[in-house]
């Protein structure tokens, strides 16, 4: 990867603050192992910043590709209708920047993979 590249982490968001911790975490994961990616949060709504700010900002920075990754469990509602129109009219004010929509973190083989170990775990450990 290179420093013309960003990943945007993108949630629903809440009114709590320590509702963001896991992005965070997932953040600063991602940077730790690829130093040269810039790694940036957006959130749907209650959070900022927004898409389009996040977005904004990155190509500012003169960042040209751009991979939105929702960090939702699965393609529901947002996904399949407001994410894309925000991608789209992000896309339309950035032509200049390749705009990337990934899909929903936890529709990912590995991530539903981990998902299941982590529930066998709490299970045998509920046996104890």
């Known amino acids: 990867m290179s420093e013309t590249h960003a990943v945007v982490l993108f949630g629903h ?4 603050p320590e509702w963001a911790r896991p992005m965070r975490r997932t953040r600063d ?3 730790a ?4 990616l810039r790694v940036e949060l957006a959130f749907l709504e209650f959070m900022a910043p927004t898409l389009d700010e996040a977005i904004a900002a990155l190509a500012r920075d003169g960042i040209r ?6 960090m939702f469990i699965a393609q ?15 896309r339309a004010l950035h032509p200049d920047c390749e705009i ?20 066998l775990g709490c ?5 104890d």
């Open 13 to 16: 968001g809440a009114r709590d």
């Open 29 to 31: 994961h991602l940077r």
């Open 33 to 36: 192992q690829a130093p040269r």
């Open 65 to 70: 590709r751009i991979t939105v990754v929702p």
């Open 76 to 90: 529901g509602g947002h996904l399949k209708s407001d994410v894309p129109r925000l991608v789209a009219a992000a």
């Open 100 to 119: 990337t929509l990934a899909l929903a973190v936890g529709e990912a083989d590995g991530v539903i993979a981990a998902m299941a170990d982590y529930a």
């Open 123 to 127: 299970s045998v450990a509920s046996r």
